[in-house]
């Protein structure tokens, strides 16, 4: 049996390397290293594939959250409601720009914020909600569209670990059910590249125009700059590797959700466990199998997988609202002790497009054999 990785992208990127190689090649034979060919290209293709009327590529994930906020002219002081478990990207890109982040618990179920408790956080300052949909399962964007429009604010999905997952009933696209949609193409990601790069959403064209000045120093021509903007770019190579995964993309998602059903139907009976779980309204791209662990032995079932080879990881161990950068910028209503929760119980098991049975087989026989 091969090493157990959390992720392999060699060999991911073995089976397409062909590919791979010729559009690198041909984006170094026309030498448009910076906003060549394949950048329009592939915003184009992911357009088509999202179902969005306008796609802009930019640097990274952080960069789209951080062009969004400013594309909807969020000022100093203005607030933001940010789900209080989750990676530090929408806080910090909202305290940074002198916004301030308001921390709303979790769900224990989805992981993703609790949409009973967004109106009490609502405020006369309330300028956004980011609704992140964590480890690839929706938030309930039905429900938050309609305390944003109830309220007049507006939504920033951070779909960063959704991409491809759609709502059930009306097959909407993550990332294109908001006013704003941000997501990264990091390597470890649904759809990677080989370095940084991201991409924002939108069927608005005037937040559509904002985020391309935005994204280009603000200009609205060449040397014509008309806001403050930044430089946040999608290179031309990896916009040509992005264009050729994005073909593979639903592939990609469905051997993922086939291991999410192997750990599924294997670990269902085990007691000392809570597992992923995917809901009515939306389905589920697992970009991280999450599960939880009862009784405080989170740790110790970690340290014992090591032993048998078998790496976890855990996402995420402190949540945000007790975050040392954060503390001091950033307020909350009612304590996230949901969040707080999650941080001590929850562990990642391996997940992506290359486990084998006879891998996983392995991987839920160590998990068994500790709760036996």
């Known amino acids: 049996m091969d090493q157990i990785k959390m992720v392999d992208l060699s060999r991911q990127t073995e089976r397409i390397k062909e590919e791979i190689n010729l559009a690198i090649e041909s984006v170094v034979s026309e030498s448009q290293f910076i906003n060549g060919p394949d950048v329009l290209d592939f915003e184009k293709s992911l357009e088509r594939f999202v179902h969005c009327n306008h796609v802009i590529s930019c640097g990274n994930g952080t960069d789209a959250l951080q062009m969004s906020l400013m594309a909807i002219d969020a000022k100093p002081g203005d607030e933001v409601i940010i789900p209080s478990f989750g990676y530090v990207s929408a806080a910090e890109v909202t305290a940074m720009l002198g916004l301030v982040p308001v921390f709303v618990d979790v769900d224990l179920v989805t992981y993703n914020i609790d949409v009973s408790k967004i109106e009490e956080a609502i405020s006369p300052k309330t300028?956004?909600?980011?609704?992140?949909?964590?480890f690839g399962?929706?938030?309930?964007?039905?429900?938050?569209?309609?305390?944003?429009?109830?309220?007049?604010?507006?939504?920033?999905?951070?779909?960063a670990q959704s991409l491809g997952a759609k709502?059930?009933?009306?097959?909407?696209?993550?990332?294109?059910?908001?006013?704003?949609?941000?997501?990264?193409?990091?390597?470890?990601?649904?759809?990677?590249?080989?370095?940084?790069?991201?991409?924002l959403m939108t069927n608005d064209a005037n937040l559509a125009n904002k985020l391309r000045m935005l994204s280009k120093h603000g200009q609205s021509s060449k040397y014509f700059h008309d806001v403050i903007g930044m430089n946040s770019r999608l290179d031309?190579?990896?916009?040509?590797?992005?264009?050729?995964?994005?073909?593979?993309?639903?592939?990609?998602?469905?051997?993922?959700?086939?291991?999410?059903?192997?750990?599924?139907?294997?670990?269902?009976?085990?007691?000392g466990i809570i597992l992923p779980v995917e809901m009515d309204y939306a389905d589920n791209t697992y970009n991280q199998y999450t599960i939880r662990i009862k009784g405080g032995r989170r740790d110790e079932l970690k340290l014992q997988m090591g032993k048998k080879s078998v790496p976890s990881m855990i996402y995420y161990p402190r949540p945000l609202h007790q975050q040392k950068s954060l503390i001091g910028v950033s307020r909350y209503v009612t304590r996230p002790d949901q969040s707080e929760r999650l941080s001590n119980e929850v562990l990642s098991l391996p997940m992506h497009t290359e486990l084998s049975e006879d891998q996983l087989g392995y991987i839920c026989d160590v998990i068994i054999d500790f709760f036996n």
């Open 236 to 271: 031309t190579i990896q916009a040509a590797i992005l264009n050729v995964k994005l073909k593979y993309l639903e592939s990609y998602i469905e051997s993922r959700r086939k291991v999410a059903a192997f750990y599924g139907e294997r670990l269902s009976l085990l007691s």
């Open 137 to 159: 399962q929706l938030s309930d964007m039905t429900e938050i569209m309609q305390i944003a429009d109830k309220h007049d604010i507006s939504v920033i999905e951070d779909n």
């Open 167 to 199: 709502l059930k009933k009306t097959a909407q696209r993550s990332g294109t059910i908001g006013h704003i949609g941000c997501t990264s193409f990091f390597p470890t990601k649904n759809l990677g590249c080989f370095g940084d790069g991201g991409a």
């Open 127 to 134: 300028k956004a909600i980011i609704p992140v949909h964590l």
